[in-house]
């Protein structure tokens, strides 16, 4: 059985908990061996005209780089990165921590726990201040 579409469920995951104004951070960790690219960030971004982006940093070993997405095509980029290196993703929402994990034969799997963060992102609470979410 296939990963992505557990990684389906786990990007509407994160698209509800934008909506829902819970959303904490994301980021994509656990490298298969030792790779140049070490962590990606997913943030949320807002913008002057009220709106929001979505801030990927990809850290590697010797610099950082930032680009700046739309939520789906975040969501893309994030997934060309599942198997190639990454093996887990973490939502923080302060409803509860959601981690995608991708095993060795394949499969995917979603794992719910109690929430590390008790606060939404500061942007996400500003978003919610001026009703954009």
Known sequence: MSYEPIFALFCERVKESIQAGTFAKLTLAKTMGDTEIKNIYFRLVLNED????????????TEEIES???????????????????????L???????????NKKNAGSIIEQEPTFKNASPVMLEMIEKGIV
């Open 92 to 102: 923080f929402t302060t409803d509860n921590d959601i981690t995608f994990k991708v």
């Open 50 to 61: 009220n709106t929001f982006s979505i801030s990927l940093t990809t850290r590697y070993k």
């Open 68 to 90: 700046i997405h739309t939520l789906d095509e975040a969501l893309l980029v994030l997934g060309t990165y599942i198997k190639n290196p990454f093996l887990t993703a973490l």
